[in-house]
C-alpha cells in the first residue's frame, strides 16, 4: 500500500462507514498503521500527507480531496461590508467588485424569521432518511443530490438540494414531493425566501448601477426581472467529518469554482467553511455571519463590465465537528439574453474582451465543464 520511503507518521487508516449522512462518530475506528499493516478492507481509506497536498484514496469517498486548515493569517483581515441603507453604498459595492468580486450587506431588509424558517425546513429534509431522500435524485442536474456535483466527476462532502425555481417552480418530477400537502411549510418558506432574494439582487444591482454611474439603474437589474429568467437554488448540507478531528485539515466539501450568473447570494448557518481567492492567488477563509448576506460576482457580471469586475472564485471546506447548511440563489438572465460588455461602461476605443454568446451558450458550456475550470476561457478574444 505504500512505498519504503513512506514515514509512517504521514500515513494514517481510517474506517468509512457506508456512504450515509449524516455520519455517526461512534462508527469512527481511528487508529495509526504501522509500514507493516495490511490493508484488506474496502472501508479503508488511506490519507497520504505530502508536503502542502493531502490525498484521500478511497472508492467510497469517491477521491473527495483535503484540504490544510487555514493558518490564523488565512482569514480575510476586513470583509468588504456594505450598508444597504448608507449614501455611499454605490461606490462602495462598486469597489468590492473590482477589488474582491465579493462582498457582505447588512440592513438589507430580509426578514431574519424567514431565514430561520427556511433553514430550519432545510434541517428537517436533510435528517430524513437517506434512503428517502435518494429516491429524489440522482440530480440531473435538480433534485437531490449526495457528494458527486454535476455530470463530469466533480465530488464533494455534501448532500443538497438544487431547485429551478423560474417560471414554473419546483416543475421536476424529482421535486413532486413540494407539492406534496405535507411539504407545505416548506414549498411556502422556499417560495417567499425566493421572492425576497429577487428583490433584494435587484435592490443591489440598481445601487451597482448608480456606483457605475449607469444613466439607467436598472440596466443590469432589468436581466433578472421577468418570467423568463432563469433563475436556480441551492440548498447545501456540509455535515461534520469526525473522521479529521485533531487533523490540520478539512474535507472539500464543494470544489473551487466561480459561479457563471449574474450574481448569487448566499446565507449559511453559525458555521465556517467559505473560502475565496485573492487576486494573487491565496486563500483565505470567510468568517460566518447568520444576519447577513454574501454577494458574489459571478462570470455573467465580470463580462457585462467587461472584465472590470471580478468574476470570484471560491470553495467551501467541511468542519470536522459541525454541520454547514447553506442558502444560494443564483440570478440568471433568459437563454436567450445576449451577454456582452455594457455600451454605457465602454470607453473610446474600448474593444470588447469577449466574444459574442447568450446565456443559454454559456450556461451549455458551464455545463460542461469541471467546477475548477476557467470557463471564461474559451469566450476570451
Avoid at 9 to 21: A, D, M, W
Avoid at 89 to 101: N, Q
Avoid at 187 to 216: F, H, N, P, T, W
Avoid at 283 to 308: C, H, K, M, Y
Wanted: charged share 20%.
Amino acid at each position: 500500500m505504500q512505498s519504503s520511503n513512506t514515514p509512517a507518521s504521514c500515513l494514517l487508516s481510517l474506517y468509512i462507514p457506508p456512504p450515509s449522512f449524516p455520519l455517526s462518530p461512534h462508527a469512527v475506528n481511528l487508529h495509526l498503521p504501522s509500514l507493516s499493516s495490511t490493508y484488506t478492507s474496502k472501508s479503508l481509506c488511506i490519507i497520504l500527507f505530502v508536503q502542502n497536498m493531502v490525498v484521500l484514496a478511497n472508492p467510497v469517498l469517491d477521491q473527495i480531496s483535503l484540504i490544510k486548515s487555514p493558518d490564523p493569517g488565512d482569514y480575510l483581515p476586513s470583509i468588504p461590508t456594505i450598508d444597504l441603507s448608507k449614501p455611499n453604498s454605490p461606490e462602495s459595492i462598486v469597489r468590492a467588485c473590482k477589488e474582491f468580486g465579493f462582498f457582505k450587506i447588512t440592513n438589507h431588509g430580509v426578514s431574519m424569521d424567514l431565514v430561520e424558517k427556511l433553514e430550519a425546513e432545510a434541517v428537517k429534509f436533510f435528517a430524513l432518511p437517506q434512503l428517502d431522500k435518494e429516491k429524489l435524485g440522482p440530480s440531473n442536474p435538480f433534485g437531490y443530490g449526495s457528494k458527486r456535483i454535476g455530470m463530469n466527476g466533480d465530488v464533494g462532502w455534501l448532500e443538497y438540494l438544487l431547485l429551478a425555481t423560474g417560471a414554473e417552480p419546483f416543475s421536476e418530477s424529482s421535486l413532486a414531493f413540494l407539492r406534496d400537502p405535507s411539504s407545505s411549510s416548506f414549498r411556502s418558506a422556499l417560495i417567499e425566501y425566493i421572492l425576497s432574494m429577487r428583490k433584494l439582487v435587484c435592490q443591489v444591482l440598481e445601487l451597482m448601477a448608480d456606483g457605475l454611474q449607469l444613466k439607467q439603474r436598472d440596466e443590469i437589474s432589468k436581466l433578472l426581472q421577468g418570467s423568463e429568467c432563469d433563475e436556480i437554488f441551492r440548498l447545501n448540507h456540509y455535515p461534520p467529518c469526525p473522521l479529521l478531528q485533531g487533523f490540520n485539515c478539512g474535507l472539500t466539501g464543494f470544489g473551487e469554482h466561480t459561479d457563471p450568473q449574474i450574481v448569487s447570494v448566499l446565507r449559511s448557518n453559525n458555521t465556517s467553511g467559505l473560502q475565496i481567492a485573492l487576486k494573487d492567488g491565496r486563500w483565505v477563509s470567510v468568517p460566518s455571519d447568520r444576519e447577513a448576506f454574501f454577494i458574489n460576482v459571478g462570470d455573467s457580471l465580470q463580462v457585462l463590465t467587461n472584465g472590470r469586475f471580478r468574476s470570484v472564485k471560491h470553495r467551501v471546506i467541511a468542519n470536522s465537528l459541525k454541520s454547514r447548511v447553506s442558502m444560494i440563489y443564483f440570478g440568471g438572465p433568459p437563454l436567450a439574453q445576449r451577454i456582452a460588455p455594457l455600451p454605457q461602461l465602454m470607453e473610446e476605443g474600448e474593444q470588447s474582451l469577449y466574444k459574442d454568446f447568450t446565456w443559454g451558450e454559456y450556461k451549455r458550456a458551464a455545463y460542461k465543464s469541471r467546477l475548477g475550470d476557467y470557463r471564461l476561457g474559451p469566450f476570451e478574444l
